[in-house]
């Protein structure tokens, strides 16, 4: 295996233990010798001054790879799958039902190429993979890093194993096979899962984006945060809600907002950030409500599969983070997840998973609790698309009337779905 060598370019300069500081050579590693601390990568900050513009950003593809100087590759040709640049969408309908004034939606729902915020995370961990010479690459997944990685590996041509817990649901599984990797079905939930590609990337020399990669992987992350920044003019929001499953999401969406206001593309502005577990799965949220700065593993049992981490490598970052910005986490039922779902669905014509009901409906719950202003700008982070579990939400969405191809049969039916319709409303009123 060959390691590259920085180039003059790279405006990233090495891995630094987030515990104890200590600095390694950026190849591919995950943790501190000396303490067991997590590495992250570090930047020039003074050169990223000077030399990056709104305008300098602007004229790059309109993909993450706009942000390139902050993202921990070399090359000046990464792995572009038209990742990234989704849409923000200014979210009045939702706002309205809610209560408050100024939401928008980063609908990762429709991200490319796999329909997932993944892709992100995905295009940055392979690129830097070619460039430390990988030729197979892996991961420990619970479901849409699956589908990512598969995917974007056969656009690279890049070898593919990836590991996924063997009760995922139908559309996460099809939607990896298709792309022809090996799917490892491990019996046993994520925690496990992890475990086991933890002693597989020690003995394989395979890069498993979120294990030997994990440095450069969650950097992808920075770009929900830069793209808010860019998408609302150059400014910060006053308030972010994201999911939470290993932490590592919602503390990078905080490093991308840092690093804008240190390098000076944005004013300086203290934002919030709040968190969303599924109960079944709420780890981070029962430390916050405890008031523990540690989070005790659980045992995760939720229909929120893609965020059911019991052990989350992050948690406690993601935990600091929340209570200095004075956030807030939350977490809701598999009921009330199937709400934020419909909820969503119905508000706004955006499809999203379990992952995505369960962030609205800690948004729903964090508004009715008084712990969201009505009139801050509130950002919404969309991670997932519906169509991938609808396993979740069949048989709480009524079915299609079935006519006979005539007329007379149509308008019976419609009938028939009006009168429907306003036994729903009577029974709402009473
Ligand atoms: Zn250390």
């Known amino acids: 295996m060959t390691q590259a060598t920085q180039s003059t370019t790279a405006t990233f300069k090495a891995l630094k233990c987030k515990e104890c500081g ?20 570090t930047y020039d ?4 001054r000077r030399t990056v513009t709104r305008e300098s ?63 992100r995370v995905v295009s940055v961990a392979l ?49 990896t096979l298709i ?28 890069g498993f984006v979120n294990i030997n990669l994990r440095p450069y992987y969650s950097e992808g992350s920075k770009t929900l945060g830069y793209e808010v920044a860019e998408q609302l003019g150059w400014q910060l929001p006053d308030h972010i809600v994201a999911p939470l499953a290993s932490g590592s999401l919602f503390t990078k969406i905080y490093k991308g907002f840092q690093e804008f206001i240190k390098v000076g593309l944005v004013d300086e502005k203290s934002v919030r950030f709040s968190g969303a577990q599924a109960e079944g799965c709420s780890p981070i949220a029962q430390a916050y409500r405890d008031g523990r700065d540690f989070v005790t593993p659980v045992k995760p049992n939720t229909i929120a599969k893609s965020i059911a981490i019991g052990n989350p490598a992050d948690g406690v970052y993601a935990l600091e983070i929340a209570k200095k910005t004075n956030g807030s986490i939350e977490s809701v039922n598999d009921a009330e997840i199937v709400d934020g779902i419909k909820l969503l669905a119905e508000t706004e014509g955006i ?65 028939r779905s009006r009168t429907l319709e306003r036994l729903d409303w009577q029974q709402v009123l009473v």
């Open 22 to 41: 200590t600095e390694y050579e950026p190849k591919a590693t995950h943790v501190c010798e000396f303490c067991f601390g997590p590495l992250e990568v």
């Open 45 to 48: 900050y003074d050169a990223l």
């Open 57 to 119: 950003i602007q004229k790059g593809p309109n993909s993450i790879w706009r942000y390139r100087p902050f993202l921990p590759v070399v090359t000046e040709t990464p792995i572009d799958v038209g990742t990234g640049m989704t849409p923000l969408v200014k979210a009045n309908r939702l706002a309205r039902r809610l209560g408050i004034k100024n939401l928008y939606i980063k609908n990762d729902a429709v991200n490319m190429p796999t329909l997932s915020f993944k892709d």
């Open 127 to 175: 690129t830097r993979a070619q460039e430390l010479g990988f030729t197979t690459v892996s991961c420990a997944s619970t479901g849409n890093l699956a589908n990512s990685t598969a995917a974007i590996a056969a656009h690279a041509g890049l070898d593919c194993c990836v590991f996924i817990p063997a009760d995922l649901e139908a559309g996460k599984v099809l939607g």
């Open 179 to 206: 792309y022809g990797p090996t799917v490892m079905a491990v019996q046993g939930n994520y925690d496990q899962v992890n475990r086991l590609c933890c002693e597989v990337a020690n003995t394989q020399g395979w």
């Open 351 to 415: 499809f999203t998973e379990t992952a995505g009901g369960t962030t609205v409906a800690v948004l729903k719950k964090l508004v009715e609790a008084g712990k969201i202003d009505p009139s801050e700008t509130t950002v919404v982070y969309i991670t997932g698309n519906g169509l991938k579990t609808q396993e979740a939400v069949q048989g709480y969405i009524g079915e299609p009337l079935t006519i006979e191809a005539k007329l007379d049969s149509f308008e019976r039916a419609l009938e």
